[in-house]
């Protein structure tokens, strides 16, 4: 079972907020900006949680902030030189304020080269800090505070797990809680268990006592999030934990929803998609990234399934729940992938009928298995089966989202859009907006579909 960060250690930290707060005053201003994944979202939400005790408050306005954090991603290259250039664009604020303190911290700074690069080329970056030690940011700010230097903490353990953390969450109505960090799979073109370490369950009981804090708290969606949801537990020598989670904080009364991500196909089982289908609580919505539709492809890539294992957990969960959604992860241009390899990528998509996709292009990443294999296709070739790809999924979007027509799902009311409609989404996780009060955000409204797009439906309330 995974270490824990001690009380003691907590106080201290604490300790060092109170001692930040004494340093600054109660006027400082922070920005903060998380890139990358959900899991990543869930870490900025305790990094802002910590300001918050060390007596910040948040500006939307980079340059009113006297504090400027980026928490990176490190997944693809085009999220690094993101937020390259974005760091770039903060030498001016720091030329006009000498007291700007600047901060990078998540997956980028965690690989040794990226972390080399940064203190070398961007000398006013004034803290990193890796994603192991992320409960220490008081103290880290208090040593920058007081000895005017560069603060780094980059350690690269496996790992412990902080409980106890204060948290200012994002959302109003949804609310992120994570039940495992770090990843076991080392799928050979990614960079997160490098990263992010090996992966750590929090307590069942720590997961559960959270859950019932944001559900008493007024929230009305939960999202579990792991890099693998399903295999929470497995280092406690459990199997099959995360269904038991699943049903007991479905349990919990109240009216809410639940949703998770990401599955492992390897790890979904039958006996879990059985759970999603009997818990009245858990959306019909599962997200089960593939990657590739092509054995060889699939091997390669180190997923321990294939296609026609896919398939099969695919069309048990269709069976169970005719309604279900499926959407899913998928990469193009995998190194050494042909065109008739590909082609089975874009058979697989017609096959199970996605209702969305995260479509990738490969991108090598420095200290994964990927990166030093033969990669022949060009990116002129690959940007062609990537449109390729696109079309073909937003043909079956299409055909998905026809088949709603005229039907009622209900839908938690998020907001108002753009164009002046209260929008939510369905079981199934799909966008649908609609004409309505203010007073109906926040609750679960039954929506006509009157008129599916591709993307998005369009809808009327449905009372009865
Ligand atoms: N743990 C999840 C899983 O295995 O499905 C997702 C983790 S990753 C943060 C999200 C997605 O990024 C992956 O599913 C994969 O499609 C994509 N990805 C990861 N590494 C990549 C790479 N080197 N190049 C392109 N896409 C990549
Ligand atoms: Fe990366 Fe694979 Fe782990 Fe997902 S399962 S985080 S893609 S190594």
């Known amino acids: ?54 007596g910040y408050t948040f500006v939307t306005d980079p340059s009113k902030a006297d504090f400027i954090l980026f928490n990176t991603c490190a997944v693809r290259e085009n999220a690094e030189n993101r937020v390259f250039g974005n760091v770039g664009l903060l030498k001016k604020f720091k030329e006009i304020n000498s007291d700007l303190i600047i901060c990078l911290c998540g997956c980028m700074v965690q690989q040794e080269h990226v972390l080399k690069h940064i203190k070398k080329s961007y000398p006013y970056v004034d803290i990193i800090f890796g994603t192991h030690v992320l409960h220490t940011l008081p103290e880290l700010i208090y040593n920058h505070l007081t000895s005017g230097k560069r603060v780094f903490s980059t350690p690269s353990s496996d790992g412990i797990i902080a409980e106890g953390l ?109 759970t999603i289908a009997e818990c009245e609580k858990v959306e019909r919505h599962l997200h089960l990234p593939f990657q590739s539709g092509n054995d060889r492809i699939l091997s390669a890539m180190n997923r321990h399934y294939d296609r026609a294992h896919y398939l099969e957990i695919v069309n048990y969960a269709k069976e169970k729940m005719p309604d279900i959604a499926i959407t899913s992860d998928v990469i193009v241009g995998f190194p050494g992938e042909t065109y008739e390899e590909f082609l089975d990528t874009i058979k697989l998509i017609r096959e199970v009928k996605f209702s969305s996709l995260y479509m990738f292009i490969f991108s090598p990443r420095e200290g994964t298995k990927a990166a030093l294999m033969k990669n022949p296709i060009s990116d002129k070739e690959k940007s062609a089966w990537f449109s390729e790809l696109q079309k073909a999924q937003e043909e079956v979007a299409y055909e998905r989202s026809q088949k709603m027509k005229g039907k009622v799902y209900r839908a938690l009311v998020e907001g108002r859009n753009k164009s002046g409609k209260l929008f939510g989404r369905t079981s199934q996780n799909i966008m649908i907006d609609f004409d309505g009060d203010d007073e109906l955000i926040g609750t679960f409204q039954n929506v006509k579909v009157e008129e599916p797009l591709t993307w998005i439906l369009k809808g009327t309330l449905f009372n009865i």
């Open 166 to 274: 204060p948290i200012k969450r994002t959302n109003k109505l949804k609310a992120f809680l994570p039940i495992s960090y770090g990843c076991n799979n080392f799928c050979t073109y990614c960079v997160v268990p490098l990263v992010r370490g090996r992966e750590r369950s929090r307590a069942y009981e720590d997961i559960l006592k959270e859950a019932k804090e944001i559900v008493a708290a007024g929230y009305k969606e939960i999202m579990l999030l792991g890099q693998n949801v399903n295999s929470y537990g497995n280092d406690f020598g459990e199997e099959n934990l995360f269904s038991k989670l699943l049903k007991e904080i479905n349990a919990i009364s109240g009216d809410f929803i639940i949703r998770f991500m990401t599955s492992h196909p390897k790890d979904c089982s039958k006996s879990l998609i059985d």
């Open 1 to 54: 079972m995974a270490e824990k960060v001690s009380i003691n250690e907590l106080n201290i930290q604490f300790d060092y907020a109170t001692k930040v707060r004494e340093l600054l005053g109660n006027d400082k201003k922070a920005f903060t900006h998380t890139y990358g994944c959900q899991g990543n979202v869930a870490d900025g939400e305790h990094i802002n949680g910590l300001l918050q005790m060390m």
